[in-house]
């Protein structure tokens, strides 16, 4: 009895499994067949369009620097010199280090004025649309000319930073910024922290506008304060705004490139090259194409790996 009992079992479960292969076999009805080719003639432009400008140029940056290509002339297939050449550079690796320096600290006042800057304008005050305007302009006008403009104004003698500042007794007026390392990365962490603050706080301020208006009205019933409603209620749900905000502005970081180019140029000596300005400077200067597109498949591997390891971090507290 038993031994039937488990015979049968088996028999109808092999049955079910071959049930299910026959209805996976069956054909797709016509109908579906429509829907299926014009689903693929709907994503066929984007497919051709990634394929020609990302995949293609990807593709080939990778050939290139296992070449010695030279720009202009024969070239050859040295496998990954380049890459070898490149832990013996250390202007290379010095852009590297400056890098993530600059990116650790421009990163975190970005993300605390533009939050700070959003809980301001959220709250509908008078002249809050002003501000908001006056505050996200920067943005708009753009680094390359605000660069051009600070550049200007950290002239010594009468730059208007100079100016103020020995006002207030804080630096002489003849402070040459762009010829001291230590300064020229300050004033430049001071722009690109007032340009990108305008930004993130629209874009927290995006996701503060979901946020249902009865969730703080239940927290002021429990008598929460100003910043328990902020740490219990909007922070939690601001977390992929915030999230996609820190992705916008290390990325960023990590790809500058104008305002150290028209800044310092890179000066005083190489102490402010960035990685992307060395990938110019090989590229265009010293035309060594092979050896520029080893850097940038560096570039492109390392902003992968920070990008992943970003989203893994947010997926673990969603989880």
Not at 69 to 77: A, D, Q, T, V
Not at 210 to 235: C, F, H, N
């Amino acid at each position: 009895m038993a031994g039937g009992a488990i015979a049968g079992t088996e028999a109808r479960r092999h049955h079910g499994v071959a049930g299910e292969r026959v209805l996976r076999r069956v054909p797709r009805t016509r109908r579906e067949r429509l829907e299926a080719r014009a689903g693929w003639t709907l994503v066929s432009p984007a497919i051709v369009m990634v394929a020609v400008f990302i995949l293609f140029p990807l593709g080939f940056c990778v050939y290139i620097s296992l070449t010695n290509w030279p720009l202009i002339g024969p070239y050859h297939f040295i496998g990954f010199a380049n890459y070898t050449a490149l832990a013996h550079n250390s202007v290379f690796l010095q852009s590297i280090v400056f890098t993530l320096e600059y990116t650790a600290i421009v990163t975190v006042p970005i993300l605390v004025f533009g939050y700070l800057l959003a809980v301001f304008v959220r709250s509908n005050r008078p002249g809050a649309s002003i501000f908001r305007t006056c505050v996200f302009l920067p943005y708009i006008v753009g680094l390359t000319t605000l660069s051009f403009l600070a550049e200007v104004e950290l002239q010594p003698g009468y730059g208007t930073v100079n100016v103020v500042l020995s006002k207030l007794h804080l630096a002489s007026i003849n402070t040459v910024w762009v010829q001291n390392a230590n300064l020229a990365l300050v004033a430049i962490c001071v722009l690109v922290v007032w340009l990108a603050s305008g930004f993130t706080m629209m874009l927290l301020l995006a996701g503060m506008q979901g946020i249902p208006e009865q969730l703080y009205e239940s927290a002021d019933v429990d008598g929460a304060t100003w910043w328990e409603k902020e740490r219990m209620v909007t922070i939690p749900l601001l977390r992929r705004s915030i999230a996609l905000s820190l992705i916008i502005s290390v990325v960023g970081s990590i790809l500058a490139f104008n305002q150290f180019y028209i800044i310092t140029d890179g000066g005083p000596g190489t102490s402010t090259v960035s990685l992307v300005m060395e990938i110019y400077e090989t590229f265009n200067t010293a035309m060594h194409v092979g050896a520029a597109s080893a850097m940038a498949v560096v570039l492109i591997i390392v902003v992968g790996l920070i990008t992943f390891v970003q989203f893994r971090i947010l997926r673990a507290d969603d989880v």
